[in-house]
T-cell receptor, first 107, second 117 residues
Framework: GQSLEQPSEVTAVEGAIVQINCTYQTSGFYGLSWYQQHDGGAPTFLSYNGLDGLEETGRFSSFLSRSDSYGYLLLQELQMKDSASYFCAVRDDKIIFGKGTRLHILP | NAGVMQNPRHLVRRRGQEARLRCSPMKGHSHVYWYRQLPEEGLKFMVYLQKENIIDESGMPKERFSAEFPKEGPSILRIQQVVRGDSAAYFC???????????????FGPGTRLTVT
């Protein structure tokens, strides 16, 4: 079957670095995307990995290993405004989103 | 450049009524996606449309739900005879032409929060 697994919650300290992992099981694969969603808000596109390796966009980086069916989102220099839910998403024969990782940031 | 527009933002319906949710994609975008999100849950794909065509409706319930994206005007998600279990946030997203149906670079609207009483 098709599935994406990511931790339900992660807690980190302001100014620190946090990594949110995502593993997927799909019959086809067209790249891994990451989205951020604040409470009551709309998901916002963060990054996309179509090929293996690291993509960096400011404080956020995303990594993909297709052979391991694994990716992660790395957030550096955490700020309180980064408190949100983060979703990984892939396309198999349909679009699948993970259930999201709620990131709590402590001052 | 206006983003994806959805209306209404909040919608309350009694059981058995119809709900119509509207979505206007970003200017220049020709792909529209509808998702449903329950509290504390991820987004669940419902349907993918291009103008006048339903491309993928594999996530849509077989009964009571329908979607369209006419040549003119917004995309409409229609829920007939709503039940309490339909209460959720419904998000629309759009992406530019030339990209296959993918979670890559989708731009989401603010969502419609449907409450069925």
């Amino acid at each position: 079957g098709q599935s994406l697994e990511q931790p339900s919650e992660v807690t980190a300290v302001e100014g620190a670095i946090v990594q949110i992992n995502c593993t997927y099981q799909t019959s086809g694969f067209y790249g891994l995307s990451w989205y951020q969603q604040h409470d009551g808000g709309a998901p916002t596109f963060l990054s996309y990995n179509g090929l293996d390796g690291l993509e960096e966009t400011g404080r956020f980086s995303s990594f993909l290993s297709r052979s391991d069916s694994y990716g992660y989102l790395l957030l550096q220099e955490l700020q309180m405004k980064d408190s949100a839910s983060y979703f990984c998403a892939v396309r198999d024969d349909k679009i699948i989103f993970g259930k999201g990782t709620r990131l709590h940031i402590l001052p | 450049n206006a983003g994806v527009m959805q209306n209404p933002r909040h919608l309350v319906r009694r059981r058995g009524q119809e709900a119509r949710l509207r979505c206007s994609p970003m200017k220049g975008h020709s792909h529209v996606y509808w998702y449903r999100q329950l509290p504390e849950e991820g987004l669940k794909f419902m349907v993918y449309l291009q103008k006048e065509n339903i491309i993928d409706e594999s996530g849509m319930p077989k009964e009571r739900f329908s979607a369209e994206f006419p040549k003119e005007g917004p995309s409409i998600l229609r829920i007939q005879q709503v039940v309490r279990g339909d209460s959720a946030a419904y998000f629309c997203a759009s992406s530019p032409p030339g990209k296959v149906a993918s979670p890559y670079e989708q731009y989401f609207g603010p969502g419609t929060r449907l409450t069925v009483t």
